[in-house]
């Protein structure tokens, strides 16, 4: 069955860039009518969705985040990314990635991966 | 803050039956389907329910889902120690352009 894998580092130092890959197994990231999204979860806290990604290249992001947010994605690995720039200690977080299926439910997730910022 | 307004905490007893809330606008679950997630201690959030009241498969009929004007429910019969989680409701937010989450209900077994 599908399924997703987080990885990435999981110490980055503020002001710097957080860079995070979600493999898909199992299926292909290119099947129609899916979005592939990145959610957070600061420690303690409620989830915050930052973003998500058709195969095609097409992109929505989180007003909030936008400014700092890219996600990209490589069919051909079965890929897609997270790149969250300037980050603080406010970016701290367990993130994770999932598939959203129309109309609108994450239906399958990642484990999650804890990103710690700190110098 | 978050957008949709759930109860912090929820609790019940073995067997009984609960309900969370999952309290929006015009923008949101006025307008969108609602989705409830699990989240198991420790663990990445599961789906619950969809499309406001389906359930993915292997997901016991225990638990349900309805929707009425901007609020929505999620309620759980039977209740088992194994149901001890947060749950979270969300959906679209028409206004945001932004998937919005409520800020979670931890759920106890008494």
């Known amino acids: 069955q599908l399924q997703l894998q987080e990885s990435g580092p999981g110490l980055v130092k503020p002001s710097e860039t957080l860079s995070l890959t979600c493999t898909v197994s199992g299926g292909s990231i290119s099947s129609s009518s899916y979005y592939w999204g990145w959610i957070r979860q600061p420690p303690g806290k409620g989830l915050e969705w930052i973003g998500s990604?058709?195969?095609?290249?097409?992109?929505y992001y989180n007003p909030s985040l936008k400014s700092r947010v890219t996600i990209s994605v490589d069919t051909s690995k079965n890929q897609f990314s997270l790149k969250l720039s300037s980050v603080t200690a406010a970016d701290t977080a367990v993130y994770y990635c999932?598939?959203?299926?129309?109309?609108?439910?994450?239906?399958?997730w990642g484990q999650g991966t804890m990103v710690t910022v700190s110098s | 803050q978050s957008v949709l307004t759930q109860p912090p905490s929820v609790s019940a007893a073995p067997g009984q039956k609960v309900t969370i809330s999952c309290s929006g606008s015009s923008s949101n679950i006025g307008n969108n389907y609602v989705s409830w997630y699990q989240q198991l201690p420790g663990t990445a959030p599961k789906l619950l329910i969809y499309?406001?009241?389906k359930r993915p498969s292997g997901i016991p009929d225990r638990f349900s889902g309805s929707k009425s004007g901007t609020s929505a429910t999620l309620g759980i019969t039977g209740l088992q120690t194994g149901d001890e989680a947060d749950y979270y409701c969300?959906?679209?937010?028409?206004?945001?352009?932004?998937?919005?989450f409520g800020g979670g209900t931890k759920l106890t077994v008494l």
């Open positions: 499309d406001n009241n």
């Open positions: 969300g959906t679209w937010d028409s206004s945001l352009s932004a998937q919005v």
């Open positions: 999932a598939r959203r299926s129309p109309p609108d439910a994450f239906d399958i």
């Open positions: 990604i058709y195969y095609s290249g097409s992109t």
